[in-house]
């Protein structure tokens, strides 16, 4: 009995088709005992962050293959559905964030081939560029598609080539004619004791157990279940069965020697611990993560810095919250070691220097997840024309590791809110200590200056520690009294720009209100006629030598009728009298520094406004945690 007894074109979803970018968790799993089914279940939910439009499972008994899969969040399928009775031990699972077709049951994985009940099933991370092209060929041989996604080709190429061999060279010979992005597992009822998978680009990890073998997107899948981890690197075929693992080359089929390895993230890292929502609970863990970001290994610190004391130009490149750390650390670099870097946004950089950067080039690459396709295209054009790669990551074994001259993973451990926040702080507190030594290293500031901010970077664990403590409920009230407003400026001059961006995307991306963020100097260029009666303008306003301009701006928005939030110094009674309403930092922050502090308001006015406004801040819509394609 094939389990997708529900309809294929039951549309119970009607969201409208997402961007062109495809994310989405796979998991499989071969138990010596037990069933298959729950454990993917489980571990679906720990990769849901990677998207969550729609879920599916297949598993395969008495060489029969059962599948279930839906539109809609795993909870809310498995309510109606009930994804943990499907039987055998031998199973693979798929979360989606949609790409090719939209968000229907009809095209949530795993997809199969023509054959009626289906005989094999295929999951996939990934985009294939050449789908169409593919698709038509199979079409003239007579397959017949249901979705409308790039995946089915897959199982129907598998199907085509299963003709000439067994599973494992059928998936080896289908992949070679696949272009694009890929972590792909495929099971079949005709062999039932194993599961093929097949990575290029798209990440793929190997969990091993005493009485299971696991594959997976990420590593917080595993935690409950094993800390023993093999990443699959690209053109790598890869056999599951009740022996173990064995890793083939595509290109010539040479078996692949590699050890396991044992991640230190803990289950419990994993989770909520009763916090309410991921996104809050790494707000709070930020005191722990910069803990152990000042105790990272001197000599990777060093080796970096060395490399960019040599570097004649840096291009940071990086996405989203990563590249706001950029920004800030441009200051860093600039200000204390007198280095010349350039913030660039991952998805222009070959557009933007494609043809410059050469082999006297230096690339610092930040990515959180390490595996952002925007960063990672931005690092292999620059490969190609022989730069220096350096990178800054908290995934250590993603793909921007490998591709690392040298890189530091900044050990903040799994972030599982899509929001960037712990991961955030974490990368400026590496960076201000990368900007710190290379200011010793080149004698660029005094010994009195550098001994102060290598006493106050000591310190910032326990300053985030107390705004946390002392300013959450303030900003709990802020978020109730602004809730209703339907647009916000974020303002900041210097560092604090970097800060005011990073605090706007996180109000946007949680709480979906559109919001501003610019250099405060620019507003008499354009933006201040936005500006009416009630208007909300925050002010990121520590004290640094940009704060006498900072306050002439908040007197042309007070003028205005704006109503202003300042994120100030504790007791900086100026700017206390000025405003509307304020959040205090403590004092004697330096100015590098301060985006550390600063920022943490920000995120938690973003989490309460999401709160207030009945959103969910670990799931917005429409994005997923890791970007894992152009
Ligand atoms: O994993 P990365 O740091 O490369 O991710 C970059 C962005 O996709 C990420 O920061 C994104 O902007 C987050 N949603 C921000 O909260």
Redesign the pocket.
């Known amino acids: 009995m094939l389990w997708t007894t529900v309809s294929l074109s039951f549309e119970i979803f009607t969201k409208k088709l997402r961007s062109d970018k495809e994310m989405c968790g796979i998991f499989g799993c071969i138990l010596k005992n037990g069933s298959a089914a729950p454990i993917i279940h489980a571990a679906l939910k720990r990769l849901e962050y990677r998207g969550y439009d729609s879920v599916g499972e297949a598993t395969i008994e008495n060489g029969r293959l059962f599948i279930k899969k839906d539109a809609g969040k795993i909870d809310v399928v498995h309510s109606i559905r009930n994804l943990d009775d499907l039987p055998g031990r031998i199973g693979i699972g798929h979360t989606r964030w949609a790409t090719h077709g939209a968000p229907l049951q009809v095209n949530a994985h795993p997809h199969f081939g023509c054959s009626d009940p289906p005989t094999i099933a295929v999951i996939h991370n990934g985009i294939i560029e050449n789908f169409a092209e593919i698709k038509k060929d199979l079409e003239d041989k007579g397959h017949i598609f249901r979705s409308k996604t790039d995946t089915e080709i897959i199982a129907h190429l598998i199907e085509e080539n299963l003709g000439q061999g067994d599973l494992k060279s059928a998936v080896s010979s289908s992949v070679e004619r696949l272009q694009g992005s890929y972590a792909i597992a495929v099971i079949s009822a005709k062999e039932p004791d194993k599961i093929i998978c097949a990575r290029n680009e798209s990440p793929l990890v190997l969990g091993i157990a005493d009485n299971a073998f696991y594959f997976a997107s990420d590593t917080p899948a595993f935690l409950p279940l094993t800390n023993k981890v093999v990443f699959v690197e690209n053109g790598e075929l890869v056999t599951l069965n009740d022996e173990g693992f064995e890793i083939k080359k595509l290109v010539d089929g040479k078996p692949v020697v590699r050890k396991s390895r044992v991640v230190d993230w803990t289950h419990e890292m994993a989770e909520k611990q009763g916090y309410p929502h991921f996104m809050l609970k790494e707000i709070h863990e930020q005191p722990r993560c910069l803990r152990d970001t000042l105790r990272l290994q001197d000599k990777y610190l060093e080796l970096l810095t060395t490399f960019l004391d040599r570097a004649r130009d840096v291009a940071m490149v990086?996405?989203?919250?990563?590249?706001h750390a950029c920004l800030a650390a441009s200051y860093m670099f600039s200000k204390l070691s007198f280095l010349a870097t350039h913030p660039v946004i991952?998805s222009e950089f070959t557009e933007q220097h494609g043809k410059s950067v050469n082999i006297d080039s230096t690339i610092l690459a930040?990515?959180?997840?390490?595996?952002?396709a925007?960063?990672l295209a931005a690092v292999e054009t620059a490969r190609q024309r022989a730069a220096t790669i350096l990178g800054l990551?908290?995934v250590v074994g993603s793909t921007l590791t490998r591709v690392s001259r040298v890189y530091i993973g900044q050990q903040s451990g799994p972030e599982i809110g899509?929001?960037?926040?712990k991961?955030?702080t974490s990368q400026l507190s590496v960076l201000s200590q990368l900007a710190i030594r290379l200011a010793k290293k080149r004698g660029k500031i005094s010994q009195e200056e550098i001994d102060l901010l290598d006493e106050k970077i000591e310190k910032i664990p326990s300053i985030v520690e107390r705004i946390v403590k002392t300013q959450e409920e303030k900003v709990k009230t802020l978020a109730r009294k602004y809730k209703d407003n339907q647009c916000f400026f974020f303002l900041g001059r210097g560092i604090s720009y970097a800060t005011a961006l990073e605090g706007r995307?996180?109000l946007m991306?949680i709480a979906y209100v559109p919001s501003i963020a610019f250099p405060a100097g620019e507003s008499k260029h354009g933006p201040i006629s936005l500006v009416e009666l009630g208007f909300p303008v925050i002010f990121i306003c520590p004290p640094d030598e940009t704060r006498k301009t900072l306050i002439g701006n908040i007197m042309e928005m007070k003028a205005r009728g704006a109503s202003i939030i300042a994120i100030c110094e504790e007791g900086d009674e100026e700017i206390i009298g000025m405003v509307d309403d304020y959040v205090e930092v403590t004092r004697g922050i330096p100015e590098i520094l301060s985006p550390i502090p600063y920022v943490v308001p920000l995120q938690l006015f973003a989490y309460y406004m999401a709160i207030e406004k009945q959103c969910d801040p670990d799931m917005?819509r429409n994005?997923a945690?890791?970007?894992t394609v152009k």
Request: net charge negative; proline share 3%.
């Open positions: 990086a996405c989203g919250t990563s590249y991952a930040v990515s959180q997840s390490g595996e952002t925007d960063t990551t908290n899509v929001a960037a926040t991961t955030f995307l996180k991306e917005p994005l945690k890791s970007v």
